[in-house]
Nanobody, 116 residues
């Protein structure tokens, strides 16, 4: 079965950095695009970034462009989200996601809190 497990969240001060990881299993990871979403308290879940299967293309929400970098390691079946220059408005639960065989799968999420 498809499993996505995020890690790397935590609490940081504004301007700090975090690197999120998403360990995937149960599907041919190297052939699927991977996405990162986030959901802040009382807000809708929003798309943060997408990386294609071969890392040939990446996209970012305007709010994180220039600060976040998505990447993946198709040998380790892991996707990453490097987050720099973090702002309080980046505080949210971050989820990785994959659309596999007609269904969208989600990880359990990892909390990121940016506060002084």
């Amino acid at each position: 079965q498809v499993q996505l497990v995020e890690s790397g969240g935590g609490s940081v001060q504004p301007g700090g950095s975090l690197r999120l990881s998403c360990a995937a299993s149960g599907f041919a990871f190297s052939t699927y695009a991977m996405s990162w979403y986030r959901q802040a308290l009382e807000k809708e879940r929003e798309l943060v970034s997408v990386i294609t299967s071969n890392s040939g293309s990446t996209t970012y929400a305007d709010s994180v462009k220039g600060r976040f970098t998505v990447s993946r390691d198709n040998v380790k079946n892991t996707a990453y989200l490097q987050m720099n220059s973090l702002k309080p408005e980046d505080t949210a639960v971050y989820y990785c996601s994959a659309f596999v065989r007609g269904r969208r799968y989600w990880g359990q999420g990892t909390q990121v809190t940016v506060s002084s």
